[in-house]
């Protein structure tokens, strides 16, 4: 079975600081990782895919097998990041269709 | 723009009375998922079309049926909505394989 962790529901930081919102997985075969946000009222939306390995928002993760991890970084905060972010995890390339699995999600809060 | 649109934002149903939600896309994607997310939990994947064949999930009541009559609409109907299955229900579409989720903004579905 797929499952995701995301271990603090809440999280906050400063405007500038680093932030980091961990995420782990179980999973017996290969996955693929993907980081979703939600803004307030707003609808849930990718915010990057593992294999991408691109940037967006300034935000960044990396697929570590060894750890099981896939942990979403940003070095600098801005107060518009203030979101709640899933961390959601994929079988690969399913010709039924892939199943996202998600985690419980972090609420991070950008302070002034 | 293309997207995923639900409709209505907002439903209220009475105990045991039948209720149907529906989506459409205009996306073209093969793809259409239903997730129940209730309050500070994970969206939880209910089934999910892959062009016309439907895939249920394992834990997904009874209760819960979908229809999709063309490419661009699914519905969610909900037999006899008891008080625990108030949640927002979210339709998500994607092209299959490892492509991300577009999600839509979801129904707030009260039940009275």
């Known amino acids: 079975a797929q499952r995701v962790t995301q271990p603090e529901k809440l999280l906050s930081v400063f405007k500038g600081a680093p932030v980091e919102l961990k995420c782990n997985y179980s999973?017996?075969?290969?996955?693929?990782l993907f980081w979703y946000v939600q803004y307030s009222r707003q609808r849930l939306q990718l915010l990057l895919r593992h294999i991408s390995r691109e940037s967006i928002k300034g935000f960044t993760a990396d697929l570590n097998k060894g750890e099981t991890s896939f942990h979403l970084k940003k070095p600098f905060a801005q107060e518009e990041d203030s979101a709640m972010y899933y961390c959601?995890?994929?079988?690969?390339?399913?010709?039924?269709?892939?199943?996202?699995?998600f985690g419980e999600g972090t609420q991070l809060t950008v302070n002034p | 723009d293309a997207m995923v649109i639900q409709n209505p934002r907002y439903q209220v149903t009475q105990f045991g009375k039948p209720v149907t939600l529906s989506c459409s896309q205009t996306l073209n994607h093969n793809v259409m998922y239903w997730y129940q997310q209730k309050s500070s939990q994970a969206p939880k994947l209910l089934f999910h079309?892959?062009?016309?064949?439907?895939?249920n999930e394992a834990d997904t009541p009874d209760n819960f049926q979908s229809r999709r009559p063309n490419t661009s609409f699914c519905f969610l109907d909900i037999r006899s909505p008891g008080l625990g299955d108030a949640a927002m229900y979210l339709c998500?579409?994607?092209?299959?394989?490892?492509?991300?989720?577009?999600f839509g903004s979801g129904t707030r579905l009260t039940v009275v």
């Open positions: 079309y892959y062009d016309k064949d439907f895939n």
């Open positions: 998500a579409t994607s092209r299959g394989g490892g492509y991300g989720y577009t």
């Open positions: 999973y017996s075969g290969s996955p693929e």
């Open positions: 959601a995890l994929s079988r690969v390339r399913e010709t039924s269709g892939s199943r996202l699995t």
